[in-house]
């Protein structure tokens, strides 16, 4: 399979605060990818580099072939269009409606008419699980699972080849963090779509998950299935997936 | 070039062709919109078929449905597995209909109404916040531990120590104005001593006081609502509320006293700065030695206009900041709001300050003050 994304070698300083020393890995096609770390080991800054918004020290990131550190502002911007970011509180536009916040990119990167964004905006709306009528309110009046819908419909608007998720059910409670789950898997899936995931939520490693990254003091400390990510002797990954054993057990 | 339709044994057949994406869904749409197929059954061929993705697809089943083949007459046959999962999911999810937004414009009537509506509505708000405030003060002076002497003075140095360069500047250059034009006219008549009559009283009595408020307005009344506007997005003001504080006694009562102790030394910066910039003007165009000029000044400026001046500084302060703070209150939980809100109080403070110069005129003639 071919690789859609290849960290090679990031260093990140802030000062004399070394985040990253040496991080290194590679995401195929259709993978659905999560990466996992402790409060304050830079996932989200990694998650932002990976996108050109920060610039590591030292490294390199490929994204869908293109230098993301070494290519100019015109080339990120083709590049741009091919990969779809949903912030971690849906970073919605509070100024414009559900419906125009989705057409904002319809409207800034194609040629389509009003006529098309229109029926397109209600099936991206759909397609994540939302009324069309839901695209007549402003952000500030939907719950905060709502607005990751949008935000996701948002994201997906140019039918992006990667869609990276910061956070995806944090702030939702159990019963829809696990409906956002199965609509990402359902649209990696259906749409062939490569997802790329910072996440702290156990459930949806083990449930939607094929591939995990562990990052700890800087490094990767393990890269594998979910499965065998969990029998890594690592302390904190031990700490981690023993979290949740007292609830398993507590549930039985 | 897109979709290239043929009857195959009386059965249309559409043999989807090249790279059905995002930035070619114009070209396409306008292919499929000029689609006609004799009855109802279709097959939708993808063997020529490189990509697909949702936005081409749905163009394509919308105009599909709309000839009025739907999920049971359409057939799929020779396409790539990803490309039948991904027609089957837009198939689902493209049932509910499409989004009108109806925009209702209002006619000019009920547009004025509505604005009355408001305005008296702002009014009464005011009015309410301004009892909660009289109360609050009401309870520091029964409990003076209340009192929050720390943020108070971190207030005072950015309201008033941080605003008398701009305060000196502008009175100093209104100065120069004033004196300026005054000195053309009052040279042709020879009474060009005058000037530092006209200058003193203006200065004092008017002129920085109006300015100076309305530079405090702009500045401060605007960070006061855009800090407790952004507060209150970030739900801290229900924090202190939590927390058995009160909202108004740890950010309003700060803020408004330390507004309206700053903003009577501002106006007297300003006095100074103003007198100045005249008297710089008397010296270089009139002819007026500095030392006449403050002689003639001590001789002609009354202490009651210098004094009517500061005393209208703390009111337009009182207003500034009750206007500020309560438009920061007020605050809905969005960036837009705090925005809207920022520019409502600084408009209503300036109205306000020149709305009660005008009375404090009008009152203090009648005083014959």
Same mark, same amino acid.
């Given at each position: 399979?071919?690789?859609?994304l290849?960290?090679?070698?990031?260093v990140?300083?802030?000062?004399?605060?070394v985040?990253? @020393?040496?991080?290194?890995?590679?995401?195929?096609r259709?993978?659905v990818v999560?990466l996992?770390?402790?409060?304050?080991?830079?996932?989200?800054?990694?998650l932002?580099?990976?996108?050109?918004?920060?610039?590591?020290?030292?490294g390199?990131v490929?994204?869908?072939g293109?230098d993301?550190?070494?290519?100019? *502002?015109?080339?990120?911007?083709?590049?741009?269009?091919?990969?779809?970011?949903?912030?971690?509180?849906?970073?919605?536009?509070?100024?414009?409606?559900?419906?125009?916040?989705?057409?904002v990119?319809?409207?800034e990167?194609?040629?389509?008419?009003?006529?098309?964004?229109a029926?397109?905006?209600?099936?991206?709306l759909?397609?994540?699980?939302l009324?069309?009528?839901?695209?007549?309110?402003?952000?500030?009046e939907?719950s905060?699972g709502?607005?990751?819908?949008?935000?996701?419909?948002?994201?997906?608007?140019? *039918?992006?080849?990667?869609?990276?998720?910061? *956070?995806?059910?944090?702030?939702?409670?159990?019963?829809?963090?696990?409906?956002?789950d199965?609509?990402?898997?359902?649209?990696?899936?259906?749409?062939?779509?490569?997802?790329?995931?910072?996440?702290?939520?156990? @459930?949806?490693?083990?449930?939607?998950?094929?591939?995990?990254?562990?990052?700890?003091?800087?490094?990767v400390?393990?890269?594998?299935?979910?499965?065998?990510?969990?029998?890594? @002797?690592?302390p904190?990954?031990?700490?981690?997936?023993?979290?949740?054993?007292?609830?398993? *057990?507590?549930?039985? | 070039?897109?979709?290239?339709?043929?009857?195959?044994?009386?059965?249309?057949?559409?043999?989807?062709q090249?790279?059905?994406?995002?930035?070619?869904?114009p070209?396409?749409?306008?292919?499929?919109?000029?689609?006609?197929?004799?009855? %109802?059954? +279709?097959?939708?061929?993808?063997?020529?078929?490189?990509?697909?993705d949702t936005?081409?697809?749905?163009?394509l089943?919308?105009?599909?449905?709309?000839?009025? +083949?739907?999920?049971?007459?359409?057939?799929?046959?020779?396409?790539?597995?990803a490309?039948?999962?991904?027609?089957?999911?837009?198939?689902?999810?493209?049932?509910?209909?499409?989004?009108?937004?109806?925009?209702?414009?209002?006619?000019?009537?009920?547009?004025?109404?509505?604005?009355?509506?408001?305005?008296?509505? /702002?009014?009464?708000?005011?009015?309410?916040?301004?009892?909660?405030v009289?109360?609050?003060?009401?309870a520091l002076?029964?409990?003076p531990?209340?009192?929050?002497?720390?943020?108070?003075?971190?207030?005072?140095?950015?309201?008033t120590?941080?605003?008398i360069?701009?305060?000196?500047?502008?009175?100093?250059?209104?100065?120069?104005?004033?004196?300026?034009?005054?000195?053309?006219?009052?040279?042709?008549?020879?009474?060009?001593?005058?000037?530092?009559?006209?200058?003193?009283?203006?200065i +004092?009595?008017?002129?920085?006081?109006?300015?100076?408020?309305?530079?405090?307005?702009?500045?401060?009344?605007?960070?006061?609502?855009?800090?407790i506007?952004?507060?209150?997005?970030?739900?801290?003001?229900?924090?202190?509320?939590?927390?058995?504080?009160?909202? /108004?006694?740890?950010?309003?009562?700060?803020r408004?006293?330390?507004?309206?102790?700053?903003?009577?030394?501002?106006?007297?910066?300003?006095?100074?700065?103003? /007198?100045?910039?005249?008297?710089?003007?008397?010296?270089?165009?009139? %002819?007026i030695?500095?030392?006449?000029?403050?002689?003639?000044?001590?001789?002609?400026?009354?202490?009651?206009?210098?004094?009517?001046?500061?005393?209208?500084?703390?009111?337009?302060?009182?207003?500034?900041?009750?206007?500020? +703070?309560?438009?920061?209150?007020?605050?809905?939980? %969005?960036?837009r709001?705090?925005?809207?809100?920022?520019?409502?109080?600084?408009?209503?403070?300036?109205?306000?300050? /020149?709305?009660? %110069?005008?009375?404090?005129?009008?009152?203090?003639?009648?005083?014959?003050?």
């Amino acid at each position: 399979m071919e690789n859609v994304l290849e960290v090679r070698d990031i260093v990140t300083r802030f000062g004399v605060d070394v985040v990253h @020393d040496g991080v290194s890995f590679a995401v195929q096609r259709g993978e659905v990818v999560a990466l996992i770390g402790g409060s304050g080991t830079g996932k989200s800054v990694l998650l932002k580099e990976m996108i050109g918004l920060l610039r590591p020290t030292s490294g390199s990131v490929h994204l869908l072939g293109t230098d993301v550190c070494r290519s100019s *502002e015109e080339e990120m911007n083709g590049l741009r269009r091919r990969f779809g970011m949903l912030f971690q509180d849906g970073a919605l536009f509070s100024s414009l409606s559900v419906a125009e916040n989705i057409a904002v990119p319809l409207r800034e990167h194609t040629d389509l008419p009003d006529a098309l964004i229109a029926p397109l905006v209600g099936f991206k709306l759909s397609l994540v699980g939302l009324s069309p009528d839901t695209g007549r309110k402003t952000p500030a009046e939907l719950s905060g699972g709502m607005r990751k819908r949008v935000a996701l419909a948002r994201a997906l608007a140019l *039918e992006p080849e990667i869609l990276f998720l910061d *956070e995806p059910t944090s702030g939702l409670d159990p019963i829809g963090a696990r409906a956002f789950d199965s609509l990402v898997r359902a649209l990696s899936d259906s749409l062939g779509l490569t997802v790329f995931m910072v996440t702290h939520d156990l @459930d949806t490693l083990l449930s939607i998950i094929d591939r995990t990254i562990a990052l700890s003091t800087g490094k990767v400390i393990a890269d594998g299935p979910v499965a065998a990510v969990m029998r890594s @002797d690592h302390p904190w990954i031990q700490e981690y997936f023993s979290a949740r054993a007292p609830h398993e *057990e507590g549930n039985r | 070039m897109w979709i290239a339709p043929e009857l195959e044994s009386g059965a249309n057949v559409l043999y989807l062709q090249g790279r059905w994406r995002l930035a070619h869904v114009p070209g396409i749409a306008a292919e499929v919109a000029a689609l006609r197929l004799a009855g %109802d059954h +279709c097959v939708l061929d993808g063997s020529r078929l490189e990509e697909l993705d949702t936005a081409a697809g749905f163009v394509l089943l919308r105009r599909l449905a709309e000839l009025g +083949c739907i999920a049971r007459t359409v057939e799929v046959r020779q396409m790539a597995e990803a490309h039948a999962r991904l027609l089957t999911l837009v198939r689902e999810r493209m049932a509910a209909p499409s989004v009108a937004s109806p925009t209702r414009h209002r006619g000019a009537i009920e547009r004025v109404g509505r604005a009355a509506v408001l305005v008296g509505r /702002i009014l009464r708000a005011q009015v309410a916040f301004l009892g909660r405030v009289g109360l609050e003060l009401a309870a520091l002076l029964r409990r003076p531990g209340l009192f929050r002497l720390k943020e108070t003075v971190s207030q005072f140095e950015t309201v008033t120590l941080d605003a008398i360069g701009i305060a000196a500047l502008v009175t100093f250059l209104i100065g120069i104005v004033f004196a300026y034009l005054l000195g053309v006219q009052a040279q042709r008549f020879g009474a060009a001593i005058f000037v530092v009559d006209g200058v003193g009283l203006a200065i +004092c009595r008017e002129l920085s006081p109006i300015l100076v408020a309305v530079i405090v307005a702009g500045r401060s009344g605007a960070a006061f609502t855009a800090q407790i506007g952004s507060m209150k997005v970030q739900e801290e003001t229900d924090a202190i509320r939590t927390l058995g504080l009160s909202p /108004i006694q740890v950010l309003v009562v700060p803020r408004l006293l330390a507004i309206m102790t700053g903003l009577p030394l501002l106006v007297f910066v300003g006095d100074l700065a103003g /007198i100045a910039g005249g008297m710089l003007i008397a010296s270089l165009q009139l %002819d007026i030695s500095p030392t006449a000029f403050l002689a003639r000044l001590h001789t002609v400026l009354p202490l009651k206009a210098v004094v009517v001046g500061l005393v209208k500084a703390p009111v337009f302060a009182a207003f500034i900041a009750l206007i500020a +703070c309560r438009m920061g209150l007020a605050v809905a939980r %969005d960036a837009r709001s705090v925005g809207e809100h920022t520019t409502s109080t600084v408009v209503q403070s300036i109205v306000w300050v /020149i709305v009660l %110069d005008a009375l404090f005129a009008v009152v203090l003639q009648r005083l014959g003050i």
